[in-house]
Each structure stands twice: as structure tokens, then as C-alpha cells.
């Protein structure tokens, strides 16, 4: 199973053009992939630098027939009535609404889905620092058609907030938290009501990769609570470093774009899987020489 996990910044490469069918391309490039976990697509956001067209994630369909395209949207604000922007086409025919501006996460697949959960992160004040709501994206994949040894997977895609180490703590506190609940459920499963309502059965894999943009440096705090031990489930383990003993990553983030990175590239985006991943992990790297974003994306494979 080969996994893509990518900040791409609306689809705006390091020079400021926005692309989004070239981030797609570029993702191809990389990997065959089975699963592509991205942060910052956008719908409504028509004013950030390059213009993000009106809807990414409708626009991820279009661009990859053949997979599920699921969303979670962390950022959630009213429409920017200065703007000239379209009706919202989910509003009702007439009523003339201007489209929201949503930010978050997306994951693409074209294994089966067989549940989803929106984790929204916490938020706590923090009054010295701009910040947004940020969520987690996890979806339950059926891997047997994908991997020799079958069975599900939880693959979850985030984005931590990038200025307050307050609040990232807080929110790597919370995917720890998600993770012990899940091994929970995979112990103790509830029965389902029936087979047909939304009361289903509550079992979930143990298993689990957490991808995204942490916003936080290697070995920073907030990278290193991520790997404490964790409650009646099996820890994570940074992939990369696994798979490369004694290395230090490559940086991630201000490669080539010096402007937004004025204090220079560093890395902050990872892919943690449980322990118990640790055996299949056949790959993990960072590719450096696209320019098609201000970050850059990691290729996960699993034997």
C-alpha cells in the first residue's frame, strides 16, 4: 500500500502560482498511490495568494475518476461579501448565498471506505498568537486487496495549528487520545443495533498511520509526546526515522520558498504509524525536488 502525505498550500507552488491538477501530477509522479492525504485545500478562500479556484475538493474528483475523495473541513467562516464570488451551490436555488470559505484536509482513496470521523482539535486561547480550528481527518480502509496480510487500517491526516506550541501540544494530546479510545473499541467492541441504521458496530483497527503537517520541528515537544507510550495501545513511531536509523530527516517546509520561510527550511511533517506497523514498513521518503508547493510531500509503502 503506497501513501502520499502533502501540504500544498492550495495547490501554490513556491514562485506563487496556483495549480492544482500539477500538485495532482506531481503526487502521480511520486507514487502509484493508493492513498493521498493532503492539508490546505480550500473551497470559498478565492482571496489567498494565487486564487484557489471555488471548490478543491470538488475539483480532487474531477481530477482522480476512480477514487474517493473525502473532506474535513477545520476553518469554517462566512462568505467575504467584498468579493465578487459565486452563489454557494449548496444553497438553495434563488437565494443568491455567497459561498463560504472552508479550509482543511482531504484524503483520497481508491480503497474501500468502510467508516470516517472528523476529529476536531482542540483549541485552547491563546491570545499572543493568530491561530484557526484545526481538525483530523480519519478514515477505516479495507487493505486486503492492497497488503499480503489483509485486514483494515486507520489512516488519519492533520494539520496542527503553526503558531502556538500551546495549542499544537494540546492537539497532538488529542490524536493521542483518539488513538487509545480506537484500540478501546477494538477490544471492547459494542454489537451493532442492526444492519441497516446508523447504530453500527464500534470495532476499529488498532492499526493506524498519522500523516500531515505538524508544524512542529523534529524533536521539538510536540514531536516528542507524539511517541510516549500510550494506554492499552501499541506507541507511534515516526516512519522516516525508523526506516533510516540514527538520520536526521530532510527538511519539509521552506525548501524553496525563502519568503514565507524567512528563518530558513526545517522539518515538520511526518508520518507516525503504530508499532505494530513497524515490521511492514517497506518505505518512507521525502521527496526535495518538487517545487510545487512551499512543502514537501512524503511517499509511505507498506509491505
Known sequence: ??????????????????????????????????????????????????????????????????????????????????????????????TGHPQRRQFGNALATRLPVAQVFRHLLPWPADP?????????????????????????????????????GRQRLAQVDALRHSQEEAAAHAAHPAPAENADGPFACTARPVSAIVCGDFNSAFGSAAYARMLEPLAGSPAFVDAWTTLHPGATPPPTAGVYDREQWADGPLACDFVFVTE????????????????????????LELD
Open 1 to 94: 500500500m503506497r501513501l502520499v502525505s502533502w501540504n500544498v498550500q492550495w495547490g501554490r507552488d513556491a514562485s506563487g502560482v496556483v495549480d492544482l491538477a500539477r500538485t495532482v501530477r506531481e503526487a502521480r509522479r511520486l507514487a502509484d498511490f493508493d492513498v493521498l492525504c493532503l492539508q490546505e485545500i480550500t473551497r470559498g478562500f478565492h482571496a489567498l495568494p494565487g486564487g484557489p479556484g471555488d471548490d478543491q475538493f470538488a475539483e480532487l474528483a474531477t481530477l482522480l475518476p476512480g477514487f474517493t475523495i473525502i473532506e474535513a473541513i477545520g476553518a469554517d467562516l462566512g462568505a467575504d461579501v467584498s468579493a465578487d464570488v459565486p452563489a454557494d451551490p449548496a444553497a438553495a436555488p434563488g
Open 128 to 164: 499572543a498568537a493568530p491561530s484557526m480550528q484545526r481538525v483530523a481527518l480519519e478514515a477505516v480502509l479495507d487493505v486486503s486487496g492492497a497488503t499480503s496480510s489483509g485486514g483494515a487500517l486507520r489512516v488519519l491526516v492533520t494539520h496542527l495549528e503553526f503558531y502556538s
Open 276 to 299: 505494530d506497523l513497524r515490521g511492514r514498513l517497506k518505505r518512507c521518503e521525502i521527496d526535495g525536488a518538487t517545487r510545487a508547493s512551499d512543502h514537501q510531500p512524503i511517499v
